[in-house]
């Protein structure tokens, strides 16, 4: 990958949104919603602290997280979607 992420923020590569309902109906791809699950594939190097150092991220790369509906800005790279995340519009992260 050619991105590298800046301070607190994260590429993660968004998964597949469900394209049936519980009940087994199709959905099409105007009524899916966005993912809010992804893989993180690159990290920063920490938020810039006040002393001069920088904090350590809580997640790594292969990490599967949960994030927010509208979180982040969406890019596409060599034809693939990511999406730049701040480390805190993360929710969880998926054991």
């Not at 590298?4 to 087994?24: F, I, Q, S």
């Not at 990290?43 to 994030?67: A, C």
């Not at 982040?72 to 993360?90: A, F, M, P, R, W």
Request: charged share 35%; net charge neutral; hydrophobic share 35%.
């Amino acid at each position: 990958m050619a991105i590298r992420p800046l301070d607190d923020r994260v590429v993660v590569e968004p998964l597949e949104a469900e394209e049936k309902t519980k009940g087994g109906i199709v959905l099409p791809d105007t009524a899916k919603e966005k993912p809010t699950k992804g893989k993180v594939v690159s990290i920063g190097e920490g938020k810039l602290l006040d002393n001069g150092k920088r904090s350590e991220l809580l997640v790594k790369k292969g990490d599967q997280v949960l994030y927010g509906k509208y979180a982040g800005t969406e890019i596409t790279v060599n034809g693939k979607e990511y999406l730049i995340i701040k480390e805190s519009d993360i929710l969880a992260k998926i054991e």
